[in-house]
């Protein structure tokens, strides 16, 4: 990736976390992990039943192993950071999305590791696990934005109140910006895989995360819909850097996950627009008397 193009990745990814900090109050950011019954719910179905299902998918359809553990990598990896906003506009709950934003990244150390090991040892292959990556990716570009922004809105509301929305605003058209100079120059690495059926297993691998999601995210339909959106919505640059430990030489890696982007953008948005319909009231029928 060009230096310019990763500047303006990592700025806008930053700006968008702050804006999420900016906003957000620690009691949203810890209201996850407070209660142990919602964080085993949540972590549970992204981190178990997800890539179970993800593992299942990936074993059954004849795919390069390596575009088949992208798919593994995707389902271990804790949410991006433009899902908060998503989640948001898709209607998702406010302080539950904070809060597991923190949550999945916080215990993506832990959790990545062990389902990644216990892979291993099921399928009885040798995958790395890039720990020191993770941490750092999860601290330095996710924790310590989210960090300062409340921090400043600690300090000073008004001033936070005021910025959060212009912040975040810059961070999404920065990571428009950027995703659109990465797709001019991966595009023909993408076209090669619109075809073989990497489209159409990206699709069912969304599709998985937003039924998991929405079974097991409880009877509160915001949470139901964070969740959903939160199972089928990951972190590209923590599945990438699973991926390219254990093919590091794999030109299908990037493209793929870069795919995988726009295909879970369309599907989700699919989500979105049917719950909308399920939510908005049906016209009664009058009877008339005859």
Same mark, same amino acid.
């Given at each position: 990736?060009?230096?310019?193009?990763?500047?303006?990745?990592?700025?806008?990814?930053?700006?968008?976390?702050?804006?999420?900090?900016?906003?957000?109050?620690?009691?949203?950011?810890?209201? +996850?992990? !407070?209660?142990?019954?919602?964080?085993?719910?949540?972590?549970?179905?992204?981190?178990?039943?997800?890539?179970?299902?993800?593992?299942?998918?990936?074993?059954?359809?004849?795919?390069?192993?390596?575009?088949?553990?992208?798919?593994?990598?995707?389902?271990?990896?804790?949410?991006?950071?433009?899902?908060?906003?998503?989640?948001?506009?898709?209607?998702?709950?406010?302080?539950?999305?904070?809060?597991?934003?923190?949550?999945?990244?916080?215990?993506?150390?832990?959790?990545?590791?062990?389902?990644?090991?216990?892979?291993?040892?099921?399928?009885?292959?040798?995958?790395?696990?890039?720990?020191?990556?993770?941490?750092?990716?999860?601290?330095?570009?996710? $924790?310590?934005?989210?960090?300062?922004?409340?921090?400043?809105?600690?300090?000073?509301?008004?001033?936070?109140?005021?910025?959060?929305?212009? +912040?975040?605003?810059?961070?999404?058209?920065?990571?428009?910006?950027?995703?659109?100079?990465?797709?001019?120059?991966?595009?023909?690495?993408?076209?090669?895989?619109?075809?073989?059926?990497?489209?159409?297993?990206?699709?069912?691998?969304?599709?998985?995360?937003?039924?998991?999601?929405?079974?097991?995210?409880?009877?509160?339909?915001?949470?139901?819909?964070?969740?959903?959106?939160?199972?089928?919505?990951?972190?590209?640059?923590?599945?990438?850097?699973?991926?390219?430990?254990?093919?590091?030489?794999?030109?299908?890696?990037?493209?793929?996950?870069?795919?995988?982007?726009?295909?879970?953008?369309? +599907?989700?948005?699919?989500?979105?627009?049917? $719950?909308? !319909?399920?939510?908005?009231? !049906?016209?009664?029928?009058?009877? +008339?008397?005859?």
């Amino acid at each position: 990736m060009p230096i310019v193009v990763s500047v303006v990745i990592r700025t806008s990814i930053v700006l968008m976390l702050l804006s999420v900090g900016l906003s957000a109050t620690p009691a949203q950011a810890l209201s +996850v992990l !407070r209660s142990p019954m919602r964080l085993a719910q949540s972590i549970g179905t992204m981190m178990l039943v997800m890539p179970l299902f993800t593992a299942i998918l990936a074993s059954a359809l004849e795919l390069q192993p390596d575009v088949q553990f992208v798919l593994v990598a995707l389902a271990v990896s804790p949410v991006p950071p433009f899902w908060p906003s998503k989640s948001k506009h898709g209607g998702g709950d406010e302080s539950y999305t904070v809060g597991l934003l923190v949550a999945s990244s916080l215990l993506s150390v832990v959790t990545i590791p062990i389902v990644l090991k216990t892979f291993a040892v099921i399928f009885s292959v040798n995958i790395a696990v890039p720990v020191t990556t993770i941490a750092r990716v999860t601290s330095a570009m996710v $924790m310590l934005p989210l960090l300062i922004g409340m921090i400043i809105r600690a300090l000073a509301w008004g001033v936070a109140y005021r910025a959060a929305r212009p +912040v975040g605003r810059a961070g999404t058209g920065l990571l428009a910006l950027g995703a659109l100079l990465i797709l001019v120059r991966a595009w023909p690495s993408m076209s090669a895989l619109i075809g073989d059926g990497t489209i159409l297993t990206l699709a069912a691998f969304t599709v998985i995360g937003l039924i998991a999601g929405h079974v097991f995210g409880g009877p509160a339909e915001d949470e139901r819909t964070a969740l959903a959106l939160a199972c089928s919505t990951r972190h590209p640059a923590i599945a990438l850097s699973v991926a390219m430990a254990n093919y590091p030489s794999s030109p299908r890696v990037v493209p793929t996950i870069l795919l995988y982007l726009l295909v879970s953008a369309a +599907v989700s948005a699919a989500y979105l627009q049917w $719950m909308r !319909r399920q939510a908005r009231p !049906r016209p009664q029928r009058l009877s +008339v008397l005859r």
